[in-house]
Each structure stands twice: as C-alpha cells, then as structure tokens.
C-alpha cells in the first residue's frame, strides 16, 4: 500500500461547499478561502506532501470555535485545529480537506495566580510570550519542546522537550482544559483543585488527543518559581553507551538534573556545521542544573565525578547566560542542523 493511500481519504464536495457557504455568512472575512492561506496552513516541516484546507477560519472567542464545530459536525466535513504549525508529525495536513481553526488571535492570558502557581491561557499564546508575561511574578512555565509553539498545540500534542527530566511533560503540567467537542459544546474537565479523586480524568485523556476527541479553547497550567541559579554543561564520551550509563547513575544517585540531552557523532557534526560552534565529534551530554548558587555548583560537581567514572575526561560547565543560551539554542536547531546536513 502507497503512503499516499494511507494519509488520503474521500472529500466530501458537497458538504465542505455547504459548510463553507454557512460560515461565510456566520463568520465573515474571520473565514479566508484564498490559496496562500490554505496553502499556509496545510504544510509545516513535516515530510508529508501539501494537503490543504479548503477554508481557514481565524477564531477569535470560543464561540467562533464552536460555530465551525457546528456547522463541520451537520455537514460532515473535518475540522484541523492549527497553533503554529511547529510539529513534525504532519497532523495539520487535511488529506480530506476541511476547515482548519487558527488560534493566532485566541491569545489572551486569561488569569494568573501566582500564589497557587497556575495560569488560564488561551491556546494561541506561545509558551515564550507567557514567559515574558510571567517574569515579574517570579515565575515560569517550564516545558520546552524547542520551537516556540502554541500551548494549546502543546497540549494537544503532549509536547515534552529539554526540561522534561526535572519538570515532566504536557501531561504533568496541565490541570484543565476547556474544549469544544464533537457536537459544538464547551466543556470544562477539571477545576483548580490539585487533589482530586472524583470522576473521570479527562484533562489526561484530552492532553495528546491531537483534537480527535474535541478543540481546546482554553488550558490552564502548573508554573514553576524562577531558580536562583541556572548553570550549563557539555560532555563528551568514546560511546554512545558511557554517556547513556553516565545518565542512569545521575538520575540512581538522585543528582537533581533540569536539563539532559543525548546527541550523537553525527548530530554533533551536523550542530558545529549549522551553530558555528567546535564541539568534539563524539556522543555528548548537554546538561542544565537548577537551584541556589551553591546547589547548582554541587550538582555540577557530582555529575562530573559520575562522568569520570564513565571514561568522560572532558566535562565543561558554565553559569554564563549567553554561553548557556548559545548552547540550548544549538540544541533546539538540531532539526534544522540535520537537515542541512542531509537536504
């Protein structure tokens, strides 16, 4: 069977021609049909050839998301929730064509509260515009998938990313959705309350959904404070496995790493060619620690003794937030980095 027949499925002409009818009238020039906005919203870095929508709606409210939803479900048409188009998966081609939900406008904080460490968002803010948003508060939102996606996008997708060891994923971090599901209602799947034991966890079975099981129109999030100290490290092995070793005796001996990411020969090379940097072609470690000034130092200090153990002789660190910011800045090019050096 050809990729093609896979990803590919009958339109619906009649129906996305009724659908698009009514949501003009509803939505007005909220709803564009031209080609460079299809075209726009029905490719990203995926591998997957175009697949447009036939019609891109610019959600401004909730009631816009559920007005799309309505009239999608009467004519059975799909419907393609679109953050920012960063994911790689290809999910926000429409190979049955469709109507795609920007949520570049539903980008509005809805509330912080910074005693009980969460936040309400909409789902087109971006998890860097929260972080500048929250930075007075002493606080910050700490997944990071590398680009800067959409938080509801996140959501969908269960988005891990570089601070995952220390903080979790998508799945640890968010304690409610409000969605728009199948029939055009909004429901909410949890409250505040951090411990719960009633009902149904829906707010687990929504977050990584990808939309299937409803539209997202709002998330509310877990914060983290601020550390005091952030420092930074590379370090490199004669072997894929060392560095894999070094890793699963930090995490044994409780060594509270933020930051661990693994990158190979081959990666490396492609980051030195794409970064401009002179890493040794070798598997390395990228490392982040988190804490007081004297607790980040320790941990450091303990993951480099564990490193010697593993044959690494080579274990630099830095506090330096322009050195440290070029590091991870490598690292979250590394998609871009493979690709120049594989086209």
């Known amino acids: 069977m050809a990729l093609k027949d896979v990803v590919a499925g009958k339109r619906n002409e009649e129906g996305i021609a009724s659908a698009l009818a009514v949501l003009k009238q509803q939505l007005g020039d909220r709803l564009q049909t031209g080609q460079a906005f299809r075209e726009q919203h029905g490719h990203t870095t995926t591998y997957l050839t175009l ?25 059975r048409v799909p419907v393609i929730p679109f953050g920012t188009g960063s994911s790689l998966e290809g999910q926000v081609n429409a190979p ?75 799945k640890d971090n968010v304690l409610a959705v409000t969605a728009v599901v199948a029939n055009g209602e909004e429901i ?9 034991s009633a009902g149904y966890d829906l707010t687990r079975l929504f977050v990584g959904a990808e939309g299937t099981l409803g539209v997202i129109t709002s998330v509310t999030l877990r914060l ?32 509270p790493v933020a930051r661990i990411e693994l990158l190979d020969e ?12 002179n890493y040794a072609e070798k598997p390395t470690l990228f490392l982040e620690f988190h804490g007081t000034e004297e607790t980040a130092a320790l941990q450091s200090q303990q993951f480099a003794e564990i490193a010697a153990e593993c044959g690494s002789i ?30």
């Open 51 to 75: 697949q447009a929508p036939d019609g891109v709606v610019f959600a401004e409210s909730a009631d816009d998301v559920k007005a799309v939803v309505k009239v999608c479900s009467q004519y």
């Open 96 to 170: 049955s064509g469709g109507i795609c939900i920007d949520f570049s406008r539903m980008n509005r904080i809805i509330e912080v509260n910074a005693e009980d460490l969460d936040v309400t968002v909409e789902p087109g803010v971006t998890r860097e515009d929260l972080n500048v948003y929250l930075r007075d508060t002493g606080l910050f939102f700490p997944i990071d998938p590398g680009a800067n996606a959409s938080i509801g996008g996140m959501a969908s997708t269960r988005a891990s990313g570089t601070n995952a060891v220390r903080y979790g994923t998508m």
């Open 224 to 255: 983290q404070g601020i550390p005091e100290k952030i420092a930074g490290g590379v370090c490199t092995f004669d072997s894929i496995k060392a560095a894999c070793d070094a890793v699963i005796m930090t995490i044994q001996m409780g060594v």
């Open 188 to 196: 909410r799947t949890a409250r505040r309350a951090r411990k719960s």
């Open 266 to 277: 081959v990666q490396v090379r492609a980051c030195n060619a794409y970064s401009g940097l």
């Open 314 to 343: 080579d274990f630099r660190w830095t506090s330096d937030a322009a050195e440290r910011n070029k590091l991870w800045k490598a690292r979250h090019d590394a998609y871009w980095a493979s690709r120049a050096l594989a086209p």
